[in-house]
């Protein structure tokens, strides 16, 4: 969900924006005023989560998924790549990259249904790795990360998609970080990519220009038009969230909703989740009753009083409850209310 306050503003400001006669969906990417919203955009995004100035941010387009065969392209230059597999997302980032060069496995929780990060001590890191993927958000089976593994100089490449800006994180611990914005910050539409600026300059000559990084970071994410009205959206979610005290306020919240929602499952015999404690999402959580046979009339239940796209991903099954930064505690409350209420039901 996005904050109530940002879709009240876009409305607002929909047929015209700030007395410029115009939407932003009118504006020419290269005006004045959408170059204001751009910056801004940026700025605060830095902002939040302290992003250095070695580091350049993208705006692009095609998504996480564009971004699986791009980090290759732009990062390979002939070596090989580590990844980790903790989850369908990055399964899928493995068989996305598979195709540009040598991809090697370094640790896999596959074979017992991704309910943990694998030990690190158990990955087979190369030291001569050009980088080392990870997903450090689950999203389907609500596995995340709380630290990462000693690479040894290799730099560490996240996909963030769906927890980014939902807890704290040291950015200088990685070479680049992405994530589509659909999760945590905004509409479709728009890939956010930090990457540190040693890493510029390595791509394949295959690489397409509006996927080139060096490209796009002298060219201000513009050698393209870029989405600028996700990236309009985008601005508007910083801005409310610099409101709310930025990611460290946000992060109290985030803590709190998850803690209620787990708590409340491990207490019950009636729904339960599988992730190991120390990896269970905060943004995502899975969960099943125990008499699936169930399944549809919670789901019904739960429709009728508001509480919306609870099914789980088609490839774990049961629910998921996102609960991502702009769901407010009392989402969370009236979730498990509702869930006592039908436990008792039944
Ligand atoms: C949703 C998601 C993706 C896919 O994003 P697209 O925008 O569809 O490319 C990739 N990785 C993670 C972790 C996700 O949650």
Known sequence: MLPKPVLARAQAEMLDWHGSGMSVMEMSHRGKEFMGILAKTEADFRRLLNVGEQYKVLFLQGGAIAENAMIPLNLLAGQSADYAITGGWSKRSVDDASA??????????????????????????????????????????????????????????????????????????????????????????????????????????????????????ENQSMINTPPSYSIYIAGLVFEWLLEQGGVAAIEKVNVAKAKLLYDYIDASDFYVNHVALQNRSRMNVPFFLHDESLNAAFLQGAEAQGLLQLKGHRAVGGMRASIYNAMPIAGVQALVAYMQAFEHAH
């Open 100 to 217: 540009y060069g040598k991809i090697k496995v370094v640790a896999s929780s596959e074979r017992t249904a991704y309910r943990q990060v694998p030990d690190f001590a158990s990955w087979t890191l190369d030291k001569k790795a050009a980088y080392l993927h990870v997903c450090t958000n689950e999203t389907m089976s609500g596995v995340e990360f709380v630290d990462m593994p000693d690479t040894q100089g290799v730099p560490i490449v996240a996909d963030m998609s769906s927890h980014i800006l939902s807890r704290q994180i040291d950015v200088s611990q990685y070479g680049v970080i992405y994530g589509g914005a659909q999760k945590n910050i905004g509409p479709a539409g728009l890939c956010l990519v930090i990457v540190h600026e040693d890493l510029l300059g390595r791509a394949s000559p295959l690489t397409p220009a509006v996927f080139n990084w060096k490209t796009q970071a």
